[in-house]
């Protein structure tokens, strides 16, 4: 069981930047993925951007150009930086860790979810 935990977040103005971070602890040895989904009131949860072991890094298109995935393998950590951020950009955004079949899936491992809100 992999446990993950979230950090960063918050509020900022449209143009502004966040980060947002997960540490990974418990049984990461098969995690090929570690990334981030979002969610906003009324809409289903959606990919965001996703870190693999191979070192490529993936983007939904609303947010390539203005986030940027990074993963440490040392520490166990995958971060977002959101910069330009649009209202849109609102949401909560949860972690997700997993295999090359089960990211994104229930069979996944889930952070608790973190708040970013992005308004004038």
């Known amino acids: 069981q992999v446990k993950l935990v979230e950090s960063g977040g918050g509020s900022v103005q449209p143009g502004g930047s966040l980060s947002v971070s997960c540490a990974a602890s418990?049984?990461?040895?098969?995690?090929?993925?570690m990334g981030w989904y979002r969610q906003s009131p009324g809409n289903e949860r959606e990919f965001v951007a996703a870190a693999t072991t191979e070192g490529s890094a993936h983007y939904t298109d609303s947010v390539r150009g203005r986030f940027t995935v990074s993963r440490d393998d040392v520490k166990n950590t995958v971060t977002l930086e959101m910069n330009n951020l649009k209202p849109d950009d609102t949401a909560v955004y949860y972690c997700n860790a997993g295999t090359l079949a089960t990211m994104g899936t229930p069979y996944s491992s889930w952070g608790q979810g973190t708040r970013v809100t992005v308004s004038s």
């Open positions: 418990g049984s990461i040895v098969n995690i090929y993925a």
